[in-house]
């Protein structure tokens, strides 16, 4: 068989497991645009705190006394120790376990004791204004939080306008949260996760149990970085354990994604990417105004989404697992009818690694991975 025409090739297998690869990819596209990093929901009051890592860099979200979500770097100032490891509510302060340097849920710097000696704890000259928590820029869309690390990304309405105008006709000020689906650690890169879930190809095969949408209905989704495909189910399905219904599968680049299921259905996923190989995941399963869902209905909802995201668990980790292989050097091939998606998020990706110069040794390390 001759080479295919105009063959279109993935990401080479280095953008998957190679520890330098990650490195870049930490510094460029996982800090320069906005990333999803949580729920609002999840914060109820004053001081409830989540510490996240993402990007190798310890963050931390919380909530203040007006009830403000903020982000922080989360080192204390004095000598960079990681402030807060667990999820909790810090109660009014948030308080260095090392020294006791202690903020307030602002992130302002308000005691600092003995510093500058026995019962000496301002040294002259020092200034609590400049010592604070560093912040870092943040963005509530509806029930998502979203941080961009190095501060020089685009407005948020500007970044996110091709994904919010596909949200136009949603009152997404109405929409519920009504389950959590925590699947805690998956052993694959979080690009294969996005990548499965933004193209249709996959579908009838690997949730031939699980889903009734015919192949022949999909179709790619790109817009930017809005990327993703959509199904327009020509014939209802009456099995309510399976999902049957017209769908759209979207994603906002780099990793949030949010599915909408008709007529009453949103699911947001949270991939936090830890390292080359690990991600992980959890889904927020929401319904929309107008809608009420009952609990009987509610757990076959969380079963068929439990089963169809443990087959995408299996394969995104077979995927993985694949990447040791001197095959997957050139990165296989993409369909260029049912993987345009694919193809357009793994061209941001290089995009911004090429851009990227100051964490490169010479630019020859980055044009490997065109």
Known sequence: MGKIKNSIHGLPAKAYTDQEFWNIESNTVLSDGWTFVGFVHEFLKAGDAIPITIADKPILLI??????????????????LKLVDEKKNVG????????????????????????????????KGFNYLDHGLKPIRIFIWHDWIFIN???KADKFEKYAKPIIQKFKDFNLEKIKHVATLDFGIINSNWKFLIENFI?????QFVHRTTTKQPLKDHYTIVDG???????????ENKDKSTLSVSSRYLSLFPNFIIGSYFPNQIGVYLNIPIAPGLTSQKRII????????????????KKIWWSVHKEDHEICERLQKGRASPVSE????????????VSQFQKLITTL???SKKNMKGNRNVKRYK
Request: with cysteine.
């Open 353 to 355: 690694m090429i851009k």
């Open 92 to 123: 009014k302060i948030i308080q260095c376990p090392y020294h006791s340097w202690t903020y307030d849920l602002d992130g302002k710097l308000r005691a600092t004791p003995h510093f500058s000696g026995t019962n000496q704890h301002i040294p």
């Open 199 to 203: 193209e249709p190809y996959h579908v």
């Open 330 to 341: 050139k990165g296989g091939l993409l369909s260029p009818y049912w993987e345009k998606s």
């Open 225 to 235: 970085k809005c990327l993703g495909s959509g199904v327009d189910v020509k014939e």
């Open 149 to 151: 690390i190095n501060g």
């Open 63 to 80: 909530k203040n006394k007006k009830d403000e979500i903020t982000a922080f770097h989360n080192v204390c100032s004095h000598r960079c």
């Open 286 to 301: 929401y319904i929309t105004e107008g809608h009420n869902i009952t609990d009987e209905e509610i757990n076959v909802q």
